[in-house]
């Protein structure tokens, strides 16, 4: 067996306007269980990158430990990556981002990774506000040591074994809004229509871009008991809205019936268009976001689109006032400015 792609493709297969093909996004072949959910967020994130014309090296993907952190190896194989110890994965984020702004930053996470070992450091990537685009794959359970509960796991659902979950859920997209994340979105492996525009909407997010993805364990957690099975998931799903991602500078052609949509400029010029589904959805009002996420679970749904975006606040680089180049390329004169300079900061802080 080999882990390897085969080189050949089809000659004429599509090209984005950087001249590559979708094949020059992808990694290793996968090792995970056949139909996985993970593989189609995986698909999900080579699309958007495809789409978006990103140069592969202008991205660092980093993960943790579980199924989920192993998706990596799986999609852009030209671009940096760091598979850090379970939980631990937002503080190395940290760290590179700090170093290095000019990266768009991918984190790649698990229910277990981010909701149990790594909550703390979850939520102070989250109250920081640091310029990332955090993917948890969302499965209920433990899939490398059997399929276990995790702490997303919904009261009373029922795992292979036959057990019933007793313990309260972790809601992560509930978590993300009380905690001040600036984009938060949930959506579903098997709806590339609605993940892939949501995947390149984040990255032209500055801050703390979290999409929480249900991604069914086909082989733990797919029984007709689980709340995160693929049919109980596709039986559930309640959009607040459909999703399409404008880069700046692009052909704009979509239009909308007046008052059916909305239109959310970013930092960079781009914009996010949606069309309303939900009645009188608008997703900057904080307030709405957190009433409909808890009407959505009195009502048994599972509510997925873009649930909430603040594109104003400030991420973590503007609060610091950190300087603008990577720290790598800085000389020594940048970073011994001299005597003069000395006595300026001191005298500033007298």
């Known amino acids: 067996m080999t882990y390897l792609r085969p080189k050949f493709r089809h000659p004429e297969s599509p090209k984005n306007n950087l001249g590559y093909t979708r094949q020059y996004y992808e990694g290793a072949l996968s090792t995970l269980c056949a139909g996985c959910g993970h593989d189609s967020i995986s698909g999900a994130i080579i699309q958007a990158c495809f789409e978006i014309d990103l140069e592969p090296h202008r991205l660092a993907k ?97 795992n292979k074994s036959g057990a019933a979950n007793q313990f309260s859920t972790i809601d992560l997209v509930g978590l993300a809004l009380e905690l001040g994340a600036t984009f938060v979105g949930r959506s579903f492996s098997g709806d590339k229509a609605q993940l892939v525009p949501m995947i390149k909407a984040a990255m032209a997010h500055r801050g703390f871009a979290f999409i929480d993805v249900l991604s069914p364990c086909v082989t733990f957690n797919n029984n007709p008991g689980s709340t995160k099975s693929y049919d109980y998931v596709r039986a559930h799903l309640e959009a607040t809205a459909a999703v399409d991602y404008v880069p700046f500078k692009s052909e704009i052609t979509a239009s909308y019936p007046e008052g059916t949509g909305k239109t959310i400029r970013l930092h960079d010029d781009s914009e ?37 975006l603040d594109p104003n606040r400030k991420d973590l680089h503007e609060m610091l006032d950190t300087v603008g180049q990577p720290l790598n390329t800085l000389t020594e004169q940048d970073l011994c400015p001299g005597q003069s300079a000395l006595e300026a900061i001191n005298a500033e802080n007298r």
């Open 62 to 158: 980093l993960s943790g430990i579980g199924c989920s952190s192993k998706t990596p190896t799986y999609f852009l194989g030209n671009s940096h990556g760091f598979n850090s110890v379970h939980g631990r994965m937002p503080s190395v984020a940290t760290g590179a981002n700090l170093a290095n702004r000019d990266l768009i930053y991918l984190g790649v996470s698990g229910d277990g990774d981010s909701a149990s070992i790594g909550m703390g450091q979850f939520v102070h990537a989250i109250r920081r506000n640091l310029n990332i685009v955090y993917i948890v794959m969302n499965n209920g359970c433990y899939g490398l040591t059997k399929g276990q509960d995790s702490a997303t796991a919904d009261v009373g659902s029922v």
């Open 272 to 308: 996010i268009r949606l069309r309303k589904l939900a009645s009188g959805w608008d997703p900057t009002d904080r307030g709405l976001a957190f009433a409909r996420l808890q009407e959505s679970r009195s009502n048994n749904e599972i509510l997925t689109g873009l649930i909430y």
